[in-house]
């Protein structure tokens, strides 16, 4: 009996254990995010249109489960790049407490540094805000970021 318990225990464990790692798997970290940023950089650095229609369709690397590559145009901040978003001011975006989270992605827009932008975001295809923080730079014309789900 105490062994059945003991195997029944164990089993269970077991389980919550890979229920928790795959649910850790289907959510970028951030070091991941960052990682993409800095290979996005690069991307832009060498051929900048190009780099834009990349992170649009998500090609070679730039789309990994909710982690994406998005861009605005440093000057007027319109996005180019972003699953949903191209057109738009980043700049008049808020985030579900009415915080006018797009100013402050587009400040943080800084050549030569990445720094870090907190808000609420819905996820791609859904529609209740989630914490999130971006990595943020300038490189060329654009403003790009990565962010991640906490």
């Keep these: 009996m105490r062994k059945a318990k003991l195997l029944s225990a164990t089993a269970s464990v077991a389980f919550l254990v890979t229920a ?4 850790a798997q289907q959510f970028g970290s951030a070091a991941e995010a960052k990682a993409m940023l800095e290979k996005a950089i690069a991307e832009v650095k060498a051929n900048e249109a190009a780099a834009i229609e990349k992170f649009k369709k998500g090609e070679a690397g730039y789309k990994d489960r ?4 998005f861009c605005f145009d440093a000057k007027t901040g319109t996005v180019t790049a972003h699953p949903s978003l191209i057109g738009t001011d980043i700049r008049v975006l ?8 797009g100013e402050d992605i587009f400040a943080a827009a800084k050549d ?3 720094t870090t932008v907190d808000y609420f975001f819905p996820k791609p295809g859904g529609t209740e805000p989630i914490a999130k923080q971006s990595f ?4 060329g014309g654009q403003g790009c970021a990565v962010g991640y789900y906490k």
């Design 20 to 23: 928790t790692v795959a649910d």
């Design 66 to 69: 909710d982690l994406y590559v």
């Design 94 to 101: 808020k985030d579900k407490t009415g915080k006018v989270i």
């Design 112 to 114: 030569g540094t990445i």
């Design 136 to 139: 943020v730079t300038k490189v």
